[in-house]
């Protein structure tokens, strides 16, 4: 086909995939292509698929269908996971033109003139060939950027698709991952966000690690801030949990560590490399340290064989923990995972019972939180973003804070006083001072 002019990205599932559609994005603008909204009747659609749950299949699907209501002559292009893990079933989606495995994603420009809009082309290399790593990051989209840092997944937990959708963990050096955050750091954004799989696993035992890679990434000027997004709690060290709390210049005090059960059956069963033990431990160092951390916690409800005594052994596992807040998963099951053969599903409906009650007991979590950060003065960096007349900004320590919009304030480190936690649940600030213009 001729080259088309314009074309537009839709990204599902985590920060990892934001990341790399913004690198594939600025492939296809060096190429002379005009990034457009999604529903400006774009000349190519590319949809980047997540595969975590049932639902993430389903809305490709759909984005696939609005795409084609908006041009019907539009060439979409789906990648990510769910092209890796279920290629044919998605090149049998009606208006679906080019399927891009783990492999190829980053090579989608080498495809555009080869193909017409009335066919489908699948490339899509066993997941064993994956053994490059990629860097990736995004710019552009938001007030802080998703550096990528690691990929792939050697732990092969039962209830997970991503190593077979992503392959072996892997990733650069550190000399050339400081060189994707200098490349960040040469523009106007002020806090990087470090994505990948299994980022704890950088270096998988080799001569560099993950806490070798924060020490050197702290050391990046223009960067303002570094906010680590997801670590295993095996792989949470007190040596990092310390260098991050007390002596880094730059990485805040958040962390997110999945937890996935309380009940030491379960995780177990779900292949996990702890215990419930170490989990708490590392809770507690952390707040050891600094009581005002925020930490976040994934919990997944209804995995095979969870009784109502292993979920209420999660619960008051959870209440018991100073964390600040829960992403809850409805276990969906998922071909070609150990845990879609396991005995005794739960019903549907319990799981969703059981979602319900996590996710009023993070909201509970969350405020108690909130409650002890009002009064405060902090640094808040403000998106850009109206919403009805207001603005929103985080705090280091992954406070939500509400103002009246500004203009000048988007994109601005600001020293706000977090007043009072509003109706809904974000905290109104009153602004101090201006850091940053």
């Keep these: ?22 690198t594939i994005g600025r492939q ?13 009747r774009p000349d190519i659609v590319v949809i980047n698929t997540c595969s975590v749950t049932d639902n993430a299949d389903k809305k490709c699907r759909q984005l696939v269908k609005r795409a084609k209501r908006n041009n019907g002559e539009a060439v979409v292009i789906i990648i990510g996971c769910y092209a890796q893990l279920k290629p044919e079933e998605i090149s049998a989606i009606p208006g679906v033109n080019l399927v891009l495995g783990a492999n190829e994603k980053f090579n989608a420009l080498e495809y555009i003139d080869q193909l017409e809009t009335s066919s489908t082309v699948v490339q899509n290399e066993s997941i064993k060939q994956t053994k490059e790593f990629v860097p990736a990051f995004s710019i552009g989209d938001r007030t802080r950027s998703f550096l990528k840092v690691q990929d792939g997944c050697d732990y092969f937990c039962t209830f997970c698709t991503i190593p077979l959708a992503r392959g072996k963990s892997r990733n650069a050096s550190i000399q050339e991952t400081i060189a994707e ?26 001569d560099e690690n993950f806490e070798m890679l924060v020490k050197a990434l702290d050391e990046v000027e223009g960067i303002d801030r570094f906010r680590i997004s997801s670590i295993e709690p095996n792989l949470l060290s007190d040596s990092i949990i310390e260098f991050c709390l007390k002596d880094s210049k730059r990485f805040v005090p958040h962390f997110h560590i999945p ?59 959870l209440k018991d923990l100073p964390i600040s807040y829960l992403h809850v998963f409805t276990y969906s099951e998922r071909a070609n995972t150990t845990a879609v053969k396991m005995a005794d599903p739960v019903p549907m409906e319990k799981r969703k ?9 993070s ?32 705090t280091p320590n992954y406070v939500k804070v509400r103002i009246p919009y500004n203009e000048e ?11 009072e936690i509003g109706r809904d649940g974000n905290v109104t600030g009153l602004i101090r001072e201006v850091v940053t213009v």
């Design 1 to 22: 086909m001729s080259q088309s002019k314009t074309v537009a990205f839709y990204t599902l599932g985590c920060k990892l995939n934001f990341s790399e559609t913004s």
């Design 28 to 40: 296809f603008t060096d190429a002379g292509f005009a990034k457009v909204d999604f529903d400006d």
């Design 181 to 206: 955050a200098e490349k960040i750091a040469d523009t106007e954004i002020k806090e990087v966000v470090l994505t990948g799989v299994n980022i704890g696993d950088f270096g998988q035992g080799g």
């Design 259 to 317: 937890l996935q059960s309380g009940s030491n059956k379960l995780l177990k069963a779900m292949r996990r490399k702890y215990e419930r033990e170490l989990f708490a431990n590392r809770i507690h160092r952390i707040k050891q340290i600094d009581p005002s951390t925020c930490i976040g916690v994934d919990v997944i409800v209804g995995f095979p064989g969870e009784t109502d005594e292993d979920f209420n052994e999660t619960v008051d596992f």
């Design 353 to 361: 019972e059981r979602s319900k009650i996590l996710h009023i007991l």
């Design 363 to 394: 909201n509970k979590k969350k405020r108690a939180f909130y409650e002890e950060q009002t009064g405060k003065d902090m640094v808040v960096l403000f998106e850009g973003e109206e919403n009805e007349g207001y603005m929103f900004g985080f």
């Design 409 to 419: 304030l988007a994109n601005q480190l600001v020293v706000t006083n977090l007043s």
